[in-house]
Structure formats: structure tokens, C-alpha cells
Nanobody
Framework: QVQLVESGGGSVQVGGSLTLSCAAS????????MAWFRQRSGEGRERVAT???????TYIKSVEGRFTISQDAAKNTLNLRMENLKIEDTGTYYC??????????????????WGQGTQVAVSS
């Protein structure tokens, strides 16, 4: 069965950096749509970065220029490099995979593949 396992979360001060990784099994991270979602306390999940088989990352405005999503085909891992972190970046980050090529504008909370999440805490 498909498994996505996130790692790399932790505590960091404002302005610091973290790199999240998502190790995939039975799912090729370079060939299909993938995304990083985050959930802040008391809020719903929001998609912060997306990448697909075209290998071009897209981002929500609040993280553009600070976050970089990438695929490591050799390790079959999805990464999220986060720089200049802000307090509002605090939350649980989830890796998501969808067996779709091309248009990566939608991810299902129920039928797509989700990791268990990794926590990021940014403090002043």
C-alpha cells in the first residue's frame, strides 16, 4: 500500500530554516501531483505548495519566496525547504500525493494519500 512518511519538523526561532521531507513507498513522487498542506491550531488545512510531473512548484502568496518544494527522484522523496520562518508558519505539515498528472489543482482529503504530519513550531 502507498505510504507517505514526513520528517524534519521541529522548533525554530523566527527567521530560521527547516527542511521537511516526505519519504514515499509504492508512489513515485516525481511522476504525479504532490503537495504540502499545513494546519494551524484551530484552522482547517491549507495547501501551501504544489508540484507535479512538470516539476514546477507553485505556492500560496504568504510563503512565496521563502518556501521551495522539490522532488528527489533518486530517494523518492518530496522536500519542502522553509526559510525566513515566521510565527504564522507554525502548524502541522502534511505531505499529500495524488495519482494524477498535469493539473494539480485539487487534492482530496479522503481519497488521496496523506502522511501522518510533522509539527513545526516557530517562536520569537
Amino acid at each position: 500500500q502507498v505510504q507517505l512518511v514526513e520528517s524534519g519538523g521541529g522548533s525554530v526561532q523566527v527567521g530560521g530554516s527547516l527542511t521537511l521531507s516526505c519519504a514515499a513507498s509504492k508512489f513515485s513522487v516525481s511522476d504525479y501531483c504532490m503537495a504540502w498542506f499545513r494546519q494551524r491550531s484551530g484552522e482547517g488545512r491549507e495547501r501551501v505548495a504544489t508540484i507535479g510531473d512538470a516539476h514546477i512548484g507553485t505556492y500560496i502568496k504568504s510563503v512565496e519566496g521563502r518556501f521551495t518544494i522539490s522532488q528527489d527522484a533518486a530517494k523518492n522523496t518530496l522536500n519542502l525547504r522553509m526559510e525566513n520562518l515566521k510565527i504564522e508558519d507554525t502548524g502541522t505539515y502534511y505531505c499529500v500525493g495524488r495519482w494524477q498528472k498535469g493539473d494539480c489543482n485539487y487534492f482530496s482529503p479522503t481519497t488521496d494519500f496523506w502522511g501522518q504530519g510533522t509539527q513545526v513550531a516557530v517562536s520569537s
